[in-house]
């Protein structure tokens, strides 16, 4: 099991970056898949991003392509998301999400912190 706390969120103008944070806690990080997800006020909520367990393969959605990136420092237990050219559609509650599934899916990822708000003004 592992639980998940997100940091980082903020107000930023549009074209800022921003860069968000999970720590998580457990013994067993390192055999998680870690995703971002998102979700803005009356939507569903959506898949970002994820890198498997090592940090070699990483996959995006294509709306965050070129401007986000995430990573992971194992040692550390930590997951991040580097977001750039920031857009107000970028606007949204964060969460990162742990699985053992590449899925973009949400129901493949059984853990899930708490999220982190994000808002891009224009």
């Known amino acids: 099991q592992v639980q998940l706390v997100e940091s980082g969120g903020g107000l930023v103008q549009a074209g800022g970056s921003l860069r968000l944070s999970c720590a998580a806690s457990?013994?067993?990080?390192?055999?998680?898949?870690m995703g971002w997800f998102r979700q803005a006020p009356g939507k569903e909520r959506e898949f970002v991003s994820r890198?498997?367990?090592?940090?070699?393969?990483?996959y995006y959605t294509d709306s965050v392509k070129g401007r986000f990136t995430i990573s992971r420092d194992n040692a550390k237990k930590m997951v991040y998301l580097q977001m750039n050219s920031l857009k107000p559609e970028d606007t949204a509650v964060y969460y990162c999400?742990?699985?053992?599934?590449?899925?973009?899916?949400?129901?493949?990822?059984?853990?899930w912190g708490q999220g982190t708000q994000v808002t891009v003004s224009s």
């Open positions: 890198i498997n367990f090592s940090g070699s393969s990483t």
């Open positions: 999400a742990a699985g053992r599934s590449s899925s973009p899916q949400r129901s493949d990822y059984p853990y």
């Open positions: 457990g013994r067993t990080f390192g055999q998680y898949i």
